[in-house]
């Protein structure tokens, strides 16, 4: 019984250093603050790394997070590719549980939930639905991502669709566009005008299709392994 209690106490103790190194925000508070979880309506402008460089805590929100105008809003000035490797959830300033909504959220976030983009976002990962009036680059996406522009990512598992096309290194899933094109493997269907896809387990409709075994008009297909070559030593 005494173990017990000396193993609470252990806990409790624990629990309140560890609290000591956050604030709790309710109902609405500022994603700028240092180590804050804020539950409810959380509010700013732009990433806070991006006004204060040293200010790299990780900010929480569950519920709704607000970023006006945010730096996607400059979505269409970015370089060819924002996508970098993968996901560095290490790095992140803001996560989000529930819906983030922006001009455009441009940084190292992560969203459990939705994000939409009035322009652009680039996003470190999404569980869930991200929505954006012109692209998403997103480094690792699971769920949907629907855009005008396009849909970029390293890394993706789900629906990807958009107007003109659909780019990723490793995709699970449908892509809807009128150009897709996975870089380094794909499983899953491709729908559109050109479909590209290395190392591909699936299925590509369109005007014109290419797999590492073929390339086919209007449908095209490869199911078996990718063979490798053993070198004769």
């Keep these: 019984m005494k173990n017990r209690i000396l193993i609470i106490i252990v806990l409790l ?5 560890v609290g000591q190194n956050r604030k709790t925000y309710f109902p609405a508070w ?3 603050s240092s180590n804050s979880d804020i539950i409810g309506l959380s509010l700013g402008v732009v990433p806070k790394d991006f006004l204060n460089e040293n200010n790299t805590t990780l900010t929480r929100s569950y519920g709704f997070r607000l970023e006006a ?7 269409f000035m970015a370089p060819s ?10 790095s992140l300033t803001d996560h989000v549980y529930g819906i983030n909504i922006s001009g455009g959220s441009i940084g190292d976030i992560a969203v459990d939930g939705i994000s939409g983009a009035l322009m652009g976002q680039y996003l470190q990962r999404v569980n869930g639905i991200a929505f954006a009036g012109i692209g998403n680059s997103i480094e690792e996406q699971r769920g949907i991502s629907l855009s005008i ?10 629906i990807s669709a958009s107007v003109l096309g659909n780019q990723t290194y490793y995709y699970t899933g449908v892509q809807i566009g009128a ?8 499983v899953g269907l491709q729908i559109g005008l050109f479909n590209k896809s290395t190392d591909h387990r699936g299925i590509q ?9 073929r390339s086919l008009p209007f449908i095209n297909w490869q199911f078996s392994k990718k063979k490798t070559k053993i070198k004769e030593s």
């Design 13 to 17: 103790i624990s629990i309140s250093v």
């Design 30 to 32: 500022t994603f700028h």
């Design 69 to 75: 105008p945010g730096l996607g809003v400059f979505y």
């Design 81 to 90: 590719t924002l996508i970098s490797g993968g996901a560095d959830m290490k």
């Design 149 to 158: 522009y396009g849909n970029e990512m390293y890394e993706g598992f789900g």
């Design 179 to 186: 150009i897709n094109d996975i870089e380094v493997k794909g």
């Design 205 to 213: 409709i369109g005007l014109w299709n290419k797999n590492e075994k």
